[in-house]
């Protein structure tokens, strides 16, 4: 699968999907920090990649319908940041032969909520 971390998370979570087998680059490795939010996405689509951020902008379906998009990741944990990775790793990294094209997973502590597709 093909991933795109966004700017307000850091880079391990990248390299937690390259180790996993995934291909993974940053909003930072295209200079897209400060982009617009339809920027970031637009470039995830056109790439072929799914979204991972901290943005709870992506969680609005009326202004981001998951199924226009390759998918998108919002980590909504109660530590940010380096203290988000250990649900993705538990929570994501764990259910990815779960398709995200067209989803939306908002992922929390202890749970992973999914938006659009068939589940």
């Known amino acids: 699968m093909r991933f795109k971390i966004d700017e307000n998370l ?14 993974a680059d940053t909003v930072r ?11 970031v996405l637009a470039t995830c689509d056109r790439e072929g990649r799914v ?3 901290e943005d709870l902008d992506f ?3 009326v202004a981001y319908p998951p199924d226009r998009h390759q ?4 980590m909504r944990t ?7 990775l250990a649900a993705f790793r538990r929570l994501v ?8 094209a067209g ?13 659009g597709g068939q589940g």
Do not use: C, M, Y
Request: charged share 25%; no cysteine.
């Open 78 to 84: 109660r530590q940010q940041g380096l203290g988000a």
């Open 29 to 39: 490795d295209e200079k897209l920090e400060g982009a617009a939010d339809a920027v």
């Open 10 to 23: 850091p880079a391990a979570f990248a390299a937690e999907l390259r180790a996993a087998g995934h291909e």
């Open 59 to 61: 969680s609005n379906v």
């Open 71 to 74: 998918g998108i990741v919002v």
């Open 51 to 53: 979204l991972v951020t």
């Open 103 to 115: 989803r939306l997973w908002i992922v929390e502590d202890d749970r992973v909520r999914v938006h």
């Open 93 to 100: 990294l764990s259910n990815l032969g779960a398709s995200l």
